[in-house]
């Protein structure tokens, strides 16, 4: 049976502009480091490197 409160929300912001396009949720027991992803960022307008933040 799972811990409660194992997953916690994150928001991912991206590297270039710095807005927070991204909400995701992530086990904090299993991947301790940060997270970062390729997406896409409607600012920018083109793919970016999103890293996580709270």
């Known amino acids: ?3 409660p409160g194992a997953r916690e929300r994150i928001a991912l912001v991206c590297e ?3 807005q927070r396009n991204y909400t995701t949720k992530k086990n904090k ?3 301790t480091e940060k997270l970062s992803l390729n997406k896409y960022c409607p600012f920018c307008r083109k793919h970016t490197k ?3 933040s709270k």
Request: proline share 0%; net charge neutral; hydrophobic share 25%.
């Open 1 to 3: 049976m799972a811990k």
């Open 16 to 18: 270039e502009c710095k």
């Open 29 to 31: 027991m299993n991947t």
């Open 50 to 52: 999103h890293n996580e």
